[in-house]
C-alpha cells in the first residue's frame, strides 16, 4: 500500500481505493461469521426512492465479528494520516443492497455538522467489500472532488462509480457527493461493511456510549475501547472526574455486583 498516493487522492478527489487491505480467508471469516446480520437485511420502498435497501448499524452491540477489523493497523493508518492521531470510531454498519434495490440519493456524510465547505476533513467514511462492487450490482457512486464544492448537493451531477474487487476498501472524505447505486441484477447482493470514522471532539453519527452494553465495552480491548470513545481527547474532553470515563463504567458494574 502506497500511503502518501492514498492520502494524496483523498486530500486532491476525495476518495481513493486500497484494492487488497483484506486477504480472501480474512473476508471469508467475516462472511462466514456475520452471515446472521446479513440475512436479517431487507428492503423497503417509499415513493420518492423506490425499494432500497435497510442498513444494520450499531455493530458493535450485536456482534464481536468486526472488532479485529475496526483495529486493523493498515486501516487505521491511513484513518491517521488523514484525520490526524484525534479520531474516533463514528458508526459501524452492514450493507447488502439487494437485487431491484435502486440507487441512494446523492448526500454528504458530514452534513450534521454546520461548518461551512470547504474545510478539513472532519469524517472518513469507509467500505469494505465482501463482495465485488460492480456497476450492476450497485457499486458506489461519487463524484470527484466534490468535497471542496460550497454549494448544496445536487442529486443530477455526473458520476464516477467505483469498481474493486473482493477485500478491497474505499474511503472518502466526508464531504465528497456520493451515493450508494442501484443493483439491477437478478440474483446478486453487495456485502460490505460500512466503518465511520471522526475526530474525537466530535459527535458520533453513533451513539457509542448508549448502543453498546457496558459490560460489552469493559470486555472489549482498550485499543478498542478508545475507538468508540472511551479516552480523554483534546486536552481533557470528555472525563468523569477528570479520569477516563472507562474507570466509571467499571466501577459502576462492580457497584452493581457484575463480573468485570
Known amino acids: 500500500m502506497n500511503l502518501q498516493r492514498v492520502v494524496a487522492e483523498v486530500r486532491e478527489e476525495g476518495y481513493a481505493v486500497v484494492p487488497d487491505l483484506l486477504d480472501l480467508e480474512t473476508v471469508e471469516q467475516l462472511r462466514k461469521d456475520l452471515e446472521p446480520i446479513f440475512d436479517d437485511i431487507g428492503s423497503r420502498s417509499s415513493e420518492e426512492y423506490g425499494q432500497q435497501t435497510i442498513h444494520t448499524h450499531n455493530l458493535l452491540a450485536k456482534t464481536r465479528a468486526v472488532d479485529e477489523l475496526l483495529m486493523n493497523e493498515k486501516l487505521l493508518t491511513l484513518i491517521e494520516a488523514i484525520l490526524g492521531p484525534d479520531f474516533q470510531i463514528s458508526g459501524v454498519a452492514a450493507m447488502r443492497p439487494a437485487p431491484g434495490d435502486r440507487r441512494q440519493h446523492m448526500h454528504r456524510d458530514d452534513g450534521h455538522y454546520p461548518i461551512p465547505y470547504p474545510h478539513p476533513p472532519l469524517i472518513v467514511n469507509t467500505l469494505i467489500a465482501l463482495d465485488p462492487f460492480t456497476v450492476e450490482n450497485g457499486a458506489t457512486e461519487v463524484v470527484p472532488r466534490s468535497h471542496l464544492k460550497t454549494g448544496k448537493v445536487e442529486q443530477d451531477e455526473p458520476t464516477v462509480t467505483v469498481e474493486m474487487p473482493v477485500g478491497g476498501l474505499l474511503l472518502w472524505?466526508?464531504?465528497?457527493?456520493?451515493?450508494?447505486?442501484?443493483?439491477?441484477?437478478?440474483?446478486?447482493?453487495?456485502?460490505?461493511?460500512?466503518?465511520?470514522?471522526?475526530?474525537?471532539?466530535?459527535?458520533?453519527?453513533?451513539?457509542?456510549?448508549?448502543?453498546?452494553?457496558?459490560?460489552?465495552?469493559?470486555?472489549?480491548?482498550?485499543?478498542?475501547?478508545?475507538?468508540?470513545?472511551?479516552?480523554?481527547?483534546?486536552?481533557?474532553l470528555g472525563t468523569v472526574d477528570y479520569r477516563n470515563p472507562i474507570e466509571t463504567v467499571k466501577k459502576r458494574l462492580l457497584d452493581n455486583g457484575s463480573a468485570i
Request: charged share 20%; no cysteine; hydrophobic share 40%.
Open 173 to 236: 472524505d466526508g464531504a465528497l457527493w456520493h451515493r450508494g447505486g442501484g443493483n439491477s441484477t437478478k440474483h446478486s447482493y453487495r456485502r460490505s461493511i460500512n466503518l465511520n470514522f471522526n475526530l474525537a471532539w466530535l459527535k458520533q453519527r453513533e451513539n457509542q456510549f448508549i448502543g453498546v452494553p457496558p459490560e460489552v465495552v469493559v470486555a472489549m480491548p482498550e485499543k478498542l475501547q478508545a475507538l468508540i470513545g472511551y479516552k480523554l481527547t483534546n486536552f481533557g
